[in-house]
């Protein structure tokens, strides 16, 4: 078993940055690829970044590409860098792990944090 906890949401102006942080705790002898998704009010959850074991390879949403950066330090802390940031970027931002590379989709991710707020204002 993998836990996640997901870190560094809060309230910011357009334009503005935040950067979230994801910690492993649990089974993390093994690195996982691991992603970023987030859910506003009323839309389904969608796939917004997502990084390889090793870091070397990352790929993005086409509406953060550019914004967004999501990078890893070690087999425990993966990041979320938003720049930029426009209203319709509040969501709820959840990070997880998966066993299989190169994921985009929920169902291919098998454990997830419990997500942070992020809320941008105009």
């Known amino acids: 078993q993998v836990q996640l906890v997901e870190s560094g949401g809060g309230l910011v102006q357009a334009g503005g940055s935040l950067r979230l942080s994801c910690a492993a705790s649990g089974r993390t002898s093994s690195t996982y690829p691991m992603g970023w998704f987030r859910q506003a009010p009323g839309k389904e959850r969608e796939f917004v970044a997502g990084i390889s074991r090793s870091g070397g390879s990352t790929y993005y949403d086409d509406s953060v590409k550019g914004r967004f950066s999501i990078s890893r330090d070690n087999a425990k802390n993966t990041y979320l860098q938003m720049n930029s940031l426009k209203p319709e970027d509040t969501a709820v931002y959840y990070c997880?792990?998966?066993?299989?590379?190169?994921?985009?989709?929920?169902?291919?991710?098998?454990?997830w944090g419990q997500g942070t707020q992020v809320t941008v204002s105009s």
């Open positions: 997880a792990a998966s066993l299989r590379n190169m994921a985009t989709k929920s169902f291919e991710y098998d454990y």
